[in-house]
């Protein structure tokens, strides 16, 4: 039966890399797979004040990740840990307590940065929410990308040198999302 994995991206920026990954990998999607891109970037900044009425954007994210049956957080590293746009999201949908939208599903972690070892402390701080939230996250392959020429190719897909790479990491998240539903 089909599946559908919600990507959200922890970048605003019109040019980001995480995003271009991000629909990259949509596009990668095999039969029987879909992909959704909920956005992120029109949610207040949480406030616990408002967890009796929730913002639209805020309901609609909730019933966004409700539809799903994994979640792939795409997501640079912003001073060694998550883009505080990202907590924000994940901390909305979290609430109010007891109605969180993230519990049992299965997430991966994957992100892209120039630096070398970019994101790899931002996904370990990823890790922790992700485990406190009860969402079964792919431990292995881990997937730190750096950006570089060729990264994407002339139509947006991932360049050759990388391809095979993320090809396997998302085969890997695909069949840990079926292992737990
Ligand atoms: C960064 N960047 C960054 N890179 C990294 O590898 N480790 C880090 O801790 C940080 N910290 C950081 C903080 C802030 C506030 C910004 C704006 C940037 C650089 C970052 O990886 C780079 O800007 C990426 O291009 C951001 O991802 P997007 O927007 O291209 O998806």
């Not at 913002?55 to 609609?60: F, Y």
């Not at 539809?67 to 883009?83: C, D, K, L, W």
Request: hydrophobic share 45%.
């Amino acid at each position: 039966s089909d599946i559908t994995i919600a990507v959200l991206v922890g970048s605003l920026r019109k040019e980001s890399f995480n995003r271009r990954l991000a629909q990259a990998l949509v596009r990668m999607a095999p039969a029987g797979c879909k992909f959704t891109m909920p956005r992120i970037d029109d949610l207040p900044l949480y406030n616990q004040d408002d967890d009796a009425h929730q913002a639209e954007a805020v309901l609609r994210l909730k019933s966004e990740i409700a539809a799903v049956q994994g979640v792939i957080f795409v997501s640079p590293e912003y001073n060694r840990s998550v883009p505080g746009v990202l907590k924000n999201a994940i901390d909305h949908a979290s609430r109010p307590y007891g109605t969180s939208a993230w519990a049992g599903k299965p997430a991966g972690v994957i992100g892209v940065s120039g630096g070398a070892i970019g994101t790899a402390l931002g996904q370990q701080h990823l890790r922790n929410i992700l485990a406190y939230l009860d969402m079964p996250t792919l431990g292995q392959p881990e997937a730190f990308i750096q950006a570089k020429d060729g990264l994407f190719d002339a139509n947006g897909g991932i360049g050759e040198d990388s391809r095979k790479f993320v090809q396997a990491w998302l085969d890997a998240y695909l069949a840990w999302v079926k292992k737990h539903s």
